[in-house]
T-cell receptor, first 109, second 113 residues
Framework: SQQGEEDPQALSIQEGENATMNCSYKTSINNLQWYRQNSGRGLVHLIL?????REKHSGRLRVTLDTSKKSSSLLITASRAADTASYFC?????????FGKGTTLSVSS | NAGVTQTPKFRVLKTGQSMTLLCAQDMNHEYMYWYRQDPGMGLRLIHY???????AKGEVPDGYNVSRLKKQNFLLGLESAAPSQTSVYFCASSPTTANEKLFFGSGTQLSVL
């Protein structure tokens, strides 16, 4: 069963713009993570936010978590062409890490 | 620093054939996982291991077997391949805490004809 669902499914922006993608989930979680996948490659861990945290930053990434709404958002500021990839949220509900279907981000120069 | 290495990278099987996918990690991680990725489905957990000599079923374990005889290796076996097992398979590992900061291999593209 799919725990996390990303929105939108696809996003196209220009270099320099900000990109925001959202993740909704169904059950209580221990933590929520975001991963990036470049075409034809494995996933790369970006950031982890725990259930008792509301916001976290890492470089150009900003993640928020609202446990009351069971949702998270990933903001990439000042996007670059190299940010073109698929982004997945993954939730830890205590048994296994469950991945959403991903948001495909295209950044054009 | 190799990280997580998967072999082979590509494989084509006929229905009913068997094969083993090998995952090796050089980071001394306790936890290892096998996922499959299908278009529009995201990643789904097949089996996982919480340490040497242990295995457990994930979300979609049917048709697969696994073994973790050595801490650094996690094998995924298909005893009788079916077209429904056509997918991209990813191995991952995590250090001392389950389900935190997974490190992924580059994947194995498997086609079953």
């Amino acid at each position: 069963s799919q725990q996390g669902e990303e929105d939108p499914q696809a996003l196209s922006i220009q270099e320099g713009e900000n990109a925001t993608m959202n993740c909704s989930y169904k059950t209580s979680i221990n933590n929520l993570q975001w991963y990036r996948q470049n075409s034809g490659r494995g996933l790369v861990h970006l950031i982890l936010i725990r259930s008792n945290e509301r916001e976290k930053h890492s470089g150009r990434l900003r993640v928020t978590l609202d446990t009351s709404k069971k949702s998270s958002s990933l903001l990439i500021t000042a996007s670059r062409a190299a940010d073109t990839a698929s982004y997945f949220c993954a939730t830890d509900a205590g048994t296994a890490l469950i991945f959403g279907k991903g948001t495909t981000l295209s950044v054009s120069s | 620093n190799a990280g997580v290495t998967q072999t082979p990278k590509f494989r084509v099987l006929k229905t009913g054939q068997s094969m083993t996918l090998l995952c090796a990690q050089d980071m001394n991680h306790e936890y290892m996982y096998w996922y499959r990725q299908d278009p529009g489905m995201g990643l789904r957990l097949i089996h996982y291991s919480v340490g040497e000599g242990t295995t457990a079923k994930g979300e979609v374990p049917d048709g697969y077997n696994v073994s973790r005889l050595k801490k650094q290796n996690f094998l995924l076996g298909l005893e009788s391949a079916a077209p429904s097992q056509t997918s991209v398979y990813f191995c991952a590992s995590s250090p001392t805490t389950a389900n935190e900061k997974l490190f992924f291999g580059s994947g194995t593209q498997l086609s079953v004809l």
